[in-house]
């Protein structure tokens, strides 16, 4: 463990935290996948391409976490199952309907909303201690603000009032 890296902050905590979020963004690019090939009607076909790009983005996430946890030795888990248990948002539950469309990005939008509130939790934890992963929670909070927007405004006006 590099432990002259973090000075003035658990460490055990800081691991703990970025392999909750590993596993919430492993869970959030499956679901976004699984809309993208589950939701059916009206602008599905361009709302699937955005959720698509997301789910990009969050695997892209995930590598980004999984090399700050190669700092400290940690590698991802050897379980597909241990993901589930480790996360922190879990996925909000989604829609029967696949015509539903609002429905499944309501799911996203509280996704997003639980993965901001978790790097805000690892900013604050490592920030002024733990630089490296302050600036990686940093980078990976404008990434999910964005996220939950470019998502709401996919909602019907309707919905999007209701949120
Ligand atoms: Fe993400
Ligand atoms: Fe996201």
């Given amino acids: 463990m590099k432990r002259l890296e973090v000075s003035g902050v658990d460490e055990r905590k800081v691991v703990e935290k970025l392999l909750s979020a590993f596993a919430d963004e492993w869970i959030a690019a499956y679901y976004y996948t ?71 990005i309501k799911a996203a939008v509280e996704a997003e909303r639980c993965a901001i509130k978790a790097y805000k939790e690892l900013y604050d934890l490592t920030h002024g201690y733990d630089p490296v992963t302050e600036e990686l929670a940093e980078d990976l909070l404008r990434d999910e603000v964005h996220h939950e927007t470019m998502l709401r405004n996919l909602l019907s006006k309707e919905a999007a009032k209701k949120l």
């Fill in 34 to 104: 699984l809309t993208a090939y589950s939701i059916k009607g009206n602008l599905s076909e361009e709302i699937a391409e955005h959720f698509l790009k997301e789910a990009e983005d969050e695997i892209r996430h995930a590598r980004m976490i999984a090399d700050r946890l190669q700092d400290f030795d940690i590698d991802p888990p050897r379980e597909f199952t241990k993901l589930w248990e480790l996360s922190g948002c879990k996925y909000p539950p989604i829609p029967e309907d696949p015509y539903d469309i609002d429905g499944w």
